[in-house]
């Protein structure tokens, strides 16, 4: 079966730059995506990119994908407090119109 | 304000009763979706629709059941076939058209307890 790995836990201090890994499945994915999730809420769109893209910055957000290698990264500079959250990685594969969603990596920001 | 509204927040579920979740969006969005979030694991796909009137499986369909009425709603049913209902429960919706093809975006939760 297809599946998206994250690993689970990461833990920054603030401040510090914080990378969150994923590997996805279908080279033919057309779009990529992350979402934050904060404790007993739904999942927040933070960015997506398209598979014909290397790279995307937004704020304090860059995406990097390899496509070679099936794996995407978040990278948030200047982590703050508020970051700490859980980070979901998903994909879409072309043709189809669902998602699939990784475990989640759960960010931890101490002060 | 336009957004997804899922209700209600907490829903508390007897042995062999079947409950309805509630999600509502006012986004003119053509498609939405039901999700299920387990501690610890990402989100799995129960039903999707992409029109009024239609709809269709997702990966655990199984002891749950959907309605698709109206394109503003999209109402999930745990059954009492669902043997492990206790969940959190998220909707979500999407404009499958242009740039921003099938972005999905969710709404709060119900968060579903078996008493």
């Known amino acids: 079966g297809e599946d998206v790995e994250q690993s689970l836990f990461l833990s920054v201090r603030e401040g510090d730059s914080s990378v969150i890994n994923c590997t996805y499945t279908d080279s033919s994915s057309t779009y990529l995506y992350w979402y934050k999730q904060e404790p007993g809420a739904g999942l927040q769109l933070l960015t997506y990119i398209f598979s014909n893209m290397d790279m995307k910055q937004d704020q304090r957000l860059t995406v990097l994908l390899n496509k070679k290698d099936k794996h995407l990264s978040l990278r948030i500079a200047d982590t703050q407090t508020g970051d700490s959250a859980i980070y979901f990685c998903a994909e879409r594969y072309s043709g189809y119109s669902t998602l699939t969603f990784g475990k989640g990596t759960m960010l931890l920001v101490s002060p | 304000d336009g957004g997804i509204t899922q209700s209600p927040k907490y829903l508390f579920r007897k042995e062999g009763q079947n409950v309805t979740l509630s999600c509502e969006q006012n986004?003119?969005?053509?498609?939405m979706y039901w999700y299920r979030q387990d501690p610890g694991q990402g989100l799995r796909l129960i039903y999707y629709?992409?029109?009024?009137?239609?709809?269709q499986k997702g990966d655990i369909a199984e002891g749950y059941s959907v309605s698709r009425e109206k394109k503003e709603s999209f109402p999930l049913t745990v059954t009492s076939a669902q043997k492990n209902p206790t969940a959190f429960y998220l909707c979500a919706s999407s404009k499958p058209s242009g740039v921003f093809q099938e972005t999905q975006y969710f709404g709060p939760g119900t968060r579903l307890l078996v008493l």
């Open positions: 986004l003119n969005h053509d498609a």
């Open positions: 629709s992409q029109i009024v009137n239609d709809f």
